[in-house]
């Protein structure tokens, strides 16, 4: 199995700042198979990246993903104030999909 | 717009049954693998099962291996998981979720219902 392990657990920043999130996989992600979600109380998580830099659909290009083999960054350019939610990382080309245990971003 | 729709959650007893449903809308719902995921109160995302766009191939995490099943109506467009001699600890809400790409058991979930509460307790 596919251990994530997401760092910072927690994020304070302002808006207008600028927020970088990792994932370190504990073995190599199969052909990239990186995604990025974020997730805000009582809602489902939205897919923001795939394949570990791809946008999906309608996701603002403040939002950037990057990285291979074992480590991946998600990254937003300038936080506004809608981007304060959890955001957790993905794997999805091993079996079991696993996921990492997700970054808080809070207002400062 | 693509739509999924949980239902059959509820509160249960350790060891009790229960089955969720999960009503897909439009899309072609037999060209989608399909997957259960599940969130403990206040923990992270767990993934559960997968299966495939046709219902041959089904997959689970260790922690439901044996007791629950994943299947499928492609005529009903529903999914639907079977949860058997349930356990305090798959307390969560669930989700079913659908892939980005068609055909494949290997793609980010770009769509997601809005879950359904599953609690174990006595």
């Known amino acids: 199995e596919i251990v994530l392990t997401q760092s910072p657990g927690t994020l304070s920043l302002s808006p207008g700042e600028r927020a970088t999130l990792s994932c370190w996989a504990s073995?190599?992600?199969?052909?990239?198979?990186l995604a990025w979600y974020q997730q805000k109380p009582g809602q489902a998580p939205r897919l923001l990246i795939f394949g570990a830099s791809s946008r999906a659909t309608g996701i603002p290009d403040r939002f950037s993903g990057s990285g291979s083999g074992t480590d991946f960054t998600l990254t937003i350019s300038r936080l506004e104030p809608e981007d304060f939610a959890v955001y957790y990382c993905?794997?999805?080309?091993?079996?079991?999909?696993?996921f990492g245990q997700g970054t808080r971003l809070e207002i400062k | 717009q693509v739509q999924l729709v949980e239902s059959g959650g509820g509160v249960v007893q350790p060891g009790r049954s229960l089955r969720l449903s999960c009503a897909a809308s439009?899309?072609?719902?037999?060209?989608?693998?399909m997957q259960w995921l599940r969130q403990a109160p206040g923990k992270g995302l767990e993934w559960v099962a997968v299966?495939?766009?046709?219902?041959?191939?089904?997959y689970y995490a260790d922690s439901v291996k044996g007791r629950f099943t994943i299947s499928r109506d492609n005529s009903r467009n529903t999914l639907y998981l079977q949860m058997n001699s349930l356990r305090v600890e798959d307390t969560a809400v669930y989700y079913c979720?659908?892939?980005?790409?068609?055909?494949?058991?290997?793609?980010?979930?770009?769509?997601w219902g809005q879950g359904t509460l599953v609690t174990v307790s006595s």
């Open positions: 299966i495939s766009y046709d219902g041959s191939n089904q």
């Open positions: 073995q190599t992600v199969t052909r990239s198979y």
């Open positions: 979720a659908r892939g980005r790409v068609s055909y494949s058991g290997s793609s980010a979930y770009q769509y």
């Open positions: 993905q794997q999805y080309g091993s079996s079991p999909i696993t």
């Open positions: 439009e899309f072609t719902f037999s060209s989608y693998a």
